[in-house]
């Protein structure tokens, strides 16, 4: 990655990549050592090897470090890269260190194409979302939920707007949750949103055939 890419166009791939860190990454300076990592369960390792590398590599030309950490049951990707360290925390405005409590939808994004928003959404919730089915006897099959749980009551409010203003319907159960239900809302946000993470689709199949 050289320094002119760090101000690149916006492009869906950067914008998912984006949310992805928004929900799964932490990046810090340690010396000359530049850390951009990103953290999900081990069995979302197909989804960070399949797609995910492979886009960063497209975008920054990085390879990573992957490590499975068999007591927690995480892989971590992890990136050394100076150029992506200030593409992250210049021109994105990402606190380095801990940022899930400051983290935002950055401005760039929110006032660009709406694909390229929902591209970022996209990220955010392959990262952090959760897809719930009810199969309590009220209902009369699976009842459909998405949820979204970041201890962020303001990102949670700009993802509630964009959502609302591309038609998708949800609410503010609490301040760190944001949810999506019902077969008609769920289908809505996979139309104009969608999952790239393949735990979240096959588990939808259920419901959405």
């Known amino acids: 990655m050289e320094e002119s890419d760090i101000y690149a166009p916006l492009s869906s791939e950067l914008c998912e990549v984006i949310g992805l860190f928004i929900g799964d990454g932490f990046t810090n300076k340690y010396g000359s050592h530049y850390l951009i990592q990103f953290t999900g369960n081990v069995l979302e390792e197909e989804y960070y ?3 995910i590398i492979p886009k960063m590599f497209f975008l920054f030309k990085l390879k990573p470090y992957i490590k499975k950490e068999k007591d927690c049951s995480a892989i971590r990707i992890s990136y050394n890269s100076k150029c992506l360290f200030k593409m992250l925390t210049e021109r994105f405005k990402f606190n380095a260190g801990k940022k899930s409590k400051s983290v935002l939808i950055p401005e760039e994004i929110l006032v660009a194409r709406k694909e390229l928003l929902f591209a970022t959404l996209r990220g955010i919730y392959d990262a952090e979302g959760y897809v719930y089915l009810d199969t309590r ?5 699976p ?3 998405i949820e979204l749980r970041m201890n962020n009551p303001k990102i949670l409010k700009q993802i509630y707007r964009a959502l609302s203003n591309a038609g998708v319907r949800s609410y503010m159960r609490d301040e760190i949750t ?3 239900q019902g077969v008609n809302n769920v289908k809505s946000f996979v139309d104009i949103i969608g999952f790239s993470n393949k735990k979240h689709i ?4 259920q419901v959405l055939l």
């Open 202 to 205: 096959i588990r939808l199949s």
């Open 143 to 145: 009842y459909p939920r």
């Open 178 to 180: 944001l949810v999506i």
């Open 49 to 51: 090897t399949k797609l």
């Open 137 to 141: 006897k009220m209902y009369k099959k």
